[in-house]
Nanobody
Framework: QVQLEESGGGLVQPGGSLRLSCGASGSIFRINGMGWYRQVPGKPREFVATITSGGSANYADSVKGRFTISRDTAKNTVYLQMNSLKSDDTAVYYC?????????????????WGQGTQVTVSS
């Protein structure tokens, strides 16, 4: 089993910054990709950024140059530094982790989602 704990969301003014964190715990053998997605009511969840086990990052065009994803492999934690925030960035942000873990009966490779953290950009 893998548990994800997110933190760092909140209310910020346009142009401000926030840093999201997501820590993974449980019977983890290996974590491969880690990433962030976001969703607003009435719309599908959308890709924000991902980072591979080797540290290669990929970003949605809408956040390039403003957001930075990073990971601490020793802590099984992924971060999202969000700068120059805009009202369009308002959403619930979800952490996603691709991990090889023991699920109670066998070792499987699967994707796991965090519970989501609200980010609101408003003056």
């Amino acid at each position: 089993q893998v548990q994800l704990e997110e933190s760092g969301g909140g209310l910020v003014q346009p142009g401000g910054s926030l840093r999201l964190s997501c820590g993974a715990s449980g019977s983890i053998f290996r974590i491969n990709g880690m990433g962030w997605y976001r969703q607003v009511p009435g719309k599908p969840r959308e890709f924000v950024a991902t980072i591979t086990s080797g540290g290669s990052a990929n970003y949605a065009d809408s956040v390039k140059g403003r957001f930075t994803i990073s990971r601490d492999t020793a802590k099984n934690t992924v971060y999202l530094q969000m700068n120059s925030l805009k009202s369009d960035d308002t959403a619930v942000y979800y952490c996603n982790v691709e991990a090889v873990a023991f699920n109670g009966s066998r070792v499987v490779a699967a994707g796991y989602w965090g519970q989501g953290t609200q980010v609101t950009v408003s003056s």
